[in-house]
Structure formats: structure tokens, C-alpha cells
């Protein structure tokens, strides 16, 4: 059974100020790119039952939401983080915000993210800078390894989704330079020079991917010799011969 303990200290985490602004205002930066994407269905991966839950407005006619807990997902659907139970090439977004930092095998979700995707379907990932101003917050904040936190780069991510057939468009550095409680403030305006430049080793990284279209092309099957004989008429060329 999963700790109660556990439970308790990763639900103070997430519920601690400055992390609900910095997800609020990740979730905000989204608005632009979700403004432009339409389809039947999405999925929204989270990190907790308690962070914001509330996606900027979308063209999407679904959207599948699931919160990890004691590494597993819940919601929507119970599964393993590398064993979502959805079809192939379902999904034409995915949204996953600081959930897979918390995953000790990262390459198998990745997988998965790639098989759920459909051909161009656009992957937002996010997650907390590893060399970052928010490290030492974090490194404090993190009680007694729960959540464990297993901080990774966007260039990190960016090869296991190339392994996938998962192309990087762009890289974004929505957060903030210091954790603060205000969820509304935006502590460095992105129309700003130098602001990425900043964002680089402030609090998080937004990796924005899109799955390759497939390059598969049916197969046009020969007529057998004994197709051949049974309908003389799947002989190729014959229109061209009695024309």
C-alpha cells in the first residue's frame, strides 16, 4: 500500500506557494501554442493531485487528466507511467509538467509518449532547470527524498525524443529566477532582451516537440502467376495494351 506519510510530504510540496505559482505561470506561457492546436483529443500529464489543474483555453475536444502518485497515475485512468493504456497515435497534444523528473527510467516514457502521439502532434514537456537558481529551494524543500526528484536537461530529453522520432522544435524558459508566492507576477517580461538569456538559469525549461509524420506508403501488391490465370484481366498493362 502506498505510504500515507509520503503521500503527505509530496502533497506539502506541491502545495507550497512558490511551486503553485511557478506552475501557474508555466501553464499561462502555454497559451499561445495551444491557441494554434485542434484535434479530438489531448492528454495532460501532472505531477500531483494538487497542482493546477486549469489549461489555458484549446481546440481540443477532449482532454484525458491524469496526476501522478506513489509513481503510478491516477485519474482518468489508473497505469503505469510507461504503460498508458490509450491506442497508438491517439493523442494530437500531450502536455506533461513536472512529471517525469519524479520517474527513475525516463527512456521508457518517452517511448511511450512517441507510440500515444499521433503523427504531427505536438508534445509540451516541462520541467525544473537541474542547473538552475531554484536547485538549492529545491534541494531544501524536497523533505526526506519524497518526491524524488531526478532533475534532467531539456538537451536530455530532447535526444531520448529524437530516439523516438520526436523532433525538438524549441526550447522556452518560462519561469522565474527566484521562487516567490505571487502567481500572477511575472518576474521577467518575455518581450524583454536578454530574457531567455535569463530564463536559462532560472527555474524550469518548456520543450516543445512534434512527432514526424509517417513515411510509410502502402505497398502495391504483385498479381501472382495463379492470380494471373484466374483473371486474366489483373494482367498490368493490359488496359494500356487494348487501348
Known amino acids: 500500500m502506498p505510504n500515507r506519510s509520503s503521500q503527505l510530504r509530496a502533497s506539502s510540496f506541491y502545495s507550497r506557494a512558490p511551486i503553485q505559482a511557478l506552475f501557474a505561470r508555466e501553464l499561462h506561457a502555454l497559451a499561445p501554442i495551444l491557441s494554434g492546436i485542434y484535434g479530438n483529443s489531448g492528454l495532460f500529464l501532472r505531477a500531483h493531485a494538487a497542482a493546477p489543474a486549469t489549461l489555458p483555453p484549446h481546440?481540443?475536444?477532449?482532454?484525458?487528466?491524469?496526476?501522478?502518485?506513489?509513481?503510478?497515475?491516477?485519474?482518468?485512468?489508473?497505469?503505469?507511467?510507461?504503460?498508458?493504456?490509450?491506442?497508438?497515435?491517439?493523442?494530437?497534444?500531450?502536455?506533461?509538467?513536472?512529471?517525469?523528473?519524479?520517474?527513475?527510467?525516463p527512456e521508457q516514457s518517452a517511448a511511450d509518449i512517441a507510440r500515444v502521439l499521433a503523427p504531427e502532434g505536438v508534445a509540451l514537456i516541462l520541467g525544473f532547470n537541474p542547473a538552475g537558481s531554484w536547485r538549492p529551494w529545491l534541494a531544501l524543500n524536497v523533505a526526506r527524498g519524497t518526491p524524488r526528484l531526478h532533475l534532467r536537461s531539456a538537451s536530455a530529453w530532447q535526444q531520448m525524443l529524437s530516439h523516438e522520432q520526436v523532433d525538438t522544435l524549441q526550447v522556452r524558459y518560462p519561469g522565474t529566477l527566484w521562487p516567490h508566492a505571487e502567481p500572477g507576477r511575472l518576474q521577467a517580461d518575455e518581450s524583454m532582451p536578454f530574457a531567455?538569456?535569463?530564463?536559462?538559469?532560472?527555474?524550469?525549461?518548456?520543450?516543445?516537440?512534434?512527432?514526424r509524420r509517417s513515411t510509410l506508403t502502402p505497398l502495391r501488391l504483385r498479381s501472382t502467376q495463379r492470380d494471373l490465370a484466374l483473371g486474366p484481366r489483373l494482367a498490368p498493362g493490359a488496359h494500356r495494351a487494348c487501348a
Open 196 to 211: 531567455s538569456l535569463l530564463g536559462r538559469i532560472g527555474s524550469s525549461w518548456l520543450l516543445l516537440a512534434r512527432k
Open 59 to 105: 481546440l481540443l475536444g477532449n482532454m484525458v487528466n491524469l496526476t501522478l502518485a506513489e509513481s503510478r497515475f491516477d485519474g482518468d485512468v489508473r497505469c503505469a507511467p510507461a504503460e498508458l493504456p490509450f491506442a497508438n497515435e491517439t493523442f494530437k497534444l500531450l502536455i506533461a509538467q513536472h512529471v517525469f523528473e519524479q520517474i527513475d527510467l
